[in-house]
């Protein structure tokens, strides 16, 4: 049977593949997205959103949510607009896809996990792929929902590499609050993070072997993750060459296959000091007898192959 999830993403061109995965795989039944505002504003991951769906032909609907971070704006200084910057080379405002003719929905993206999680049978997976201001909102508004939640799976901090700064990955730093309270929020949690995201590179050939599979979902999963390696290449060139890293979609395919990914258990807490380490993801992998109990199946490694292989398989999928 179908495993029932909810995406939460700020799409972005490595969140585009994630969602084209989830919804062509028949081991998901993707009930909706929710979007958040991270790569880019929120209402342009919205939008990039909907023209996912539109171009792959998937009526999946599509909820708005928060604008901004919980708290971490509201201290001049605490986010550099050289973030900005980053993101923007490697994503851009929009997907290099037609304007979406769908539209989002009029219900608030934490309204609707509040009321779509407490009205379940306790049998809804959530991947957030983006900052997490969505799922800690929900959880601040609506503790009850954390006992009809099975797991989430995130794709988000980094235990010995980091990207937007030298503490942070990128996501887990734009709301540090937020992931905080999803870290400790004692539900079961699968964290995806740059270590395991990094092991399972794309290469170019692997980006030409998806665009000759030729369906929507392989044309466009090509199109993204080639402005993706664009962008890389102009501002974090990776190790080998003509490569990149597509985080989401292994926190995606780590779902459909969990084998994909290799997790160690770990006890992971969030810094939201404001300094040098803000939004760290900091694992304990000390050997301490009184250290504090583990709360994430952490993946420090990944499967490529096998990786590139469900990136393919899917892919060629159709609605």
Not at 8 to 16: E, K, L
Not at 273 to 284: E, K, L, N
Not at 306 to 312: E, R
Request: proline share 7%; hydrophobic share 40%; glycine share 6%.
């Amino acid at each position: 049977m179908a495993k029932k999830v909810i995406m939460d993403v700020d799409t972005g061109t490595d969140d585009a593949v994630a969602l084209m995965v989830a919804a062509l795989s028949p081991d998901i039944d993707l009930l909706a997205a929710t979007t958040v505002n991270g790569n880019t504003r929120v209402v342009n991951c919205t939008e990039n959103t909907l023209r996912v769906f539109d171009y792959i032909g998937a009526d999946i609907p599509v909820y708005q949510g928060c604008p901004a971070p919980m708290v971490a704006t509201l201290t001049p200084g605490r986010q550099p607009e050289q973030s900005a910057d980053h993101t923007h080379q490697i994503h851009g405002e929009y997907l290099e896809l037609p304007e979406a003719k769908s539209k989002a929905e009029e219900k608030h993206a934490v309204c609707f996990l509040i009321e779509t999680l407490l009205a379940s049978d306790g049998d809804i997976t959530l991947i957030p792929v983006g900052p997490l201001t969505n799922i800690g909102m929900a959880i601040r508004m609506e503790p009850r929902i954390l006992e009809k939640i099975p797991e989430i799976v995130i794709m988000g901090g980094g235990v010995r590499l980091n990207n937007i700064t030298p503490a942070a990955e990128f996501n887990f730093w734009a709301d540090p609050e937020a992931a905080k309270i999803v870290m400790n929020c004692g539900r079961p949690i699968r964290l995806v993070p740059l270590d395991a995201t990094h092991k399972a590179y794309v290469t170019k050939e692997d980006s030409d072997r998806i665009k000759n599979i030729g369906t929507p979902g392989a044309i466009a999963s090509a199109i993204v993750i080639n402005h993706r390696m664009a962008g890389y290449k102009a501002i974090q060139p990776m190790e080998i060459a003509e490569s990149v890293p597509v985080h989401d979609a292994l926190a995606v395919c780590s779902v459909i296959d969990p084998t994909v990914i290799t997790t160690h258990h770990l006890h992971v807490d969030v810094d939201i000091s404001g300094g040098v380490a803000d939004g760290q993801s900091v694992a304990d992998m000390t050997k301490k007898a009184d250290k504090k109990p583990p709360n994430a199946y952490v993946a420090l490694d990944a499967d490529r192959e096998k990786y590139i292989d469900m990136l393919c398989e899917i892919l060629a999928n159709t609605i």
